[in-house]
């Protein structure tokens, strides 16, 4: 659940290793690199903060400016991966259908909600914003693997997500200051990063990082609404 407790696990198991530099790193996210990785993942996209936002990366790329940090418009949270991150990824109209009606029926037993976030946790992967919704996405979750079980379709998630975290920093190279990293980071792990309010979700075919250019929108899901089978129509068509 995406509790403190939970949070502050993650902090435990991973605070010695960022200390002493020991992070896993991506290079397919250095500049040129190219990301061929491509999924269909239900996602939230950050609406609000962006000023707190702002502060959050100038606090952080001073200690580590090599790192990489995710521009405002591509921040989300992962609610659910319906399709791994692979570049054997192949699109399938139908599948993606069937995906977005089972994200509605699922959603449409989900009021709106308000989600605080506080502070930040590092894992050896990545940086995180700490996200609070009384375990409301848990519930959603649960609601979509039932469904997925019922219309005997493979469950593809890379791990069982608990929290409501957003991802905002990656590490394309080694560490240049671990001591001061491990610092920063105990230093901001109650930081208000602010609130917003969640109506909406969306299902999107997208890259590894969710880059808004590689991003195409299959359909918007409401909360605690459902939408009449058929009413698919993407919303707009994003892809490198």
Request: proline fraction near 5%; include cysteine.
């Amino acid at each position: 659940m995406s509790s403190k407790e939970l949070y502050d696990a993650i902090h435990a198991a991973n605070i010695d290793d960022l200390r002493h530099g020991r992070i896993d790193t991506d290079p397919l996210l250095l500049p040129g690199a190219g990301d061929p990785r491509r999924g269909v993942s239900l996602i939230i996209p950050v609406q609000g903060s962006r000023e707190h936002y702002q502060e959050l990366v100038n606090r952080f790329s001073q200690v580590e400016p090599d790192q990489y940090y995710y521009p405002f418009e591509d921040l989300h949270i992962t609610i659910f991966d319906f399709i791994q991150g692979s570049a054997a990824y192949q699109r399938s109209n139908d599948r993606n259908r069937q995906f977005l009606q089972i994200s509605r029926e699922a959603a449409s037993e989900i009021q709106p909600f308000r989600l605080l976030r506080q502070g930040v946790v590092f894992s050896r992967t990545a940086g995180l914003v700490r996200g609070y919704d009384d375990n409301i996405l848990v519930d959603l979750r649960e609601n979509i693997r039932k469904r997925l079980q019922e219309h005997n379709l493979p469950n593809d998630e890379r791990y069982a997500s608990e929290s409501a975290h957003t991802t905002f920093m990656r590490f394309p190279c080694p560490l240049r200051n671990p001591q001061a990293l491990a610092e920063l980071i105990d230093r901001l792990s109650e930081m208000h990063l602010g609130s917003e309010d969640i109506t909406f979700c969306q299902l999107v075919e997208h890259d590894w990082y969710n880059s808004r250019s590689c991003t195409r929108i299959i359909g918007r899901v409401e909360f605690g609404i459902i939408k009449p089978a058929g009413d698919d129509a993407v919303l707009s068509h994003r892809c490198c």
